[in-house]
T-cell receptor
């Protein structure tokens, strides 16, 4: 079954330094993968998605993620953190049920803390 | 245009009472999902509606939980005889189609507290 593992529950960076949020997936085939972001007291928002086209995916707010099949990874990166990036980030994979319905399976989340 | 809306934004109830949570999806979106997010945890899928098809209820944690949707519009999630472990944020999302690659648009959630 498809699943995702977010390796860090918390990541702390200083403003202006690079961001790396790690996600590994488990799947018998190349899945679609997503990153969603949840800012405090706000709804979840799609950051970017990989759908088996280009392996390097660019999202909103300067974030990007690279699908690496050999490493079964889909890490989220940003060259320079901004204070407004402080939020919870979720790596997500669709799970196909026997009914054919595909639901989203969310990782446990990584809280990004950005200090001045 | 308007996004997904949910009401109430906060609900405090006593153990054993029934609660009803409402979701208004984006107009024209055929698929609707309910999730539960416990404090400090990821999202837990509850139920999925796609058009007029039978809903996928595989994520409902117990028979105290039920949900309905009228056509492709409003959905209500009902929790009967609430328990303290039901305390969580309940999120609703809608998509234009039913494909896994469709972007899910989330509402702000309903924070449920069971005393």
């Amino acid at each position: 079954a498809q699943s995702v593992t977010q390796l860090d529950s918390h990541v702390s960076v200083s403003e202006g330094t690079p961001v790396l949020l790690r996600c590994n997936y488990s799947s018998s085939y190349s899945p679609s993968l997503f990153w969603y972001v949840q800012h405090p007291n706000k709804g979840l928002q799609l950051l970017l998605k990989y759908t088996s086209a280009a392996t390097l995916v660019k999202g909103i707010n300067g974030f990007e993620a690279e699908f690496k099949k050999s490493e079964t990874s889909f890490h989220l990166t940003k060259p320079s953190a901004h204070m407004s990036d402080a939020a919870e980030y979720f790596c997500v994979v669709p799970l196909k049920a026997y009914t054919g319905f595909q639901k989203l399976v969310f990782g446990t989340g990584t809280r990004l803390l950005v200090s001045p | 245009g308007a996004g997904v809306s949910q009401s109430p934004s906060n609900k405090v109830t006593e153990k054993g009472k029934d609660v009803e949570l409402r979701c208004d999806p984006i107009s024209g979106h055929t698929a609707l999902y309910w999730y539960r997010q416990r404090l400090g945890q990821g999202l837990e899928f509850l139920i999925y509606f796609q058009g007029n098809s039978a809903p996928d209820k595989s994520g409902l944690p117990s028979d105290r939980f039920s949900a309905e949707r009228t056509g492709e519009s409003v959905s209500t999630l009902t929790i009967q005889r609430t328990q303290q472990e039901d305390s969580a944020v309940y999120l609703c999302a809608s998509t234009q189609g039913g494909k896994p690659t469709d972007t899910q648009y989330f509402g702000p959630g309903t924070r449920l507290t069971v005393l």
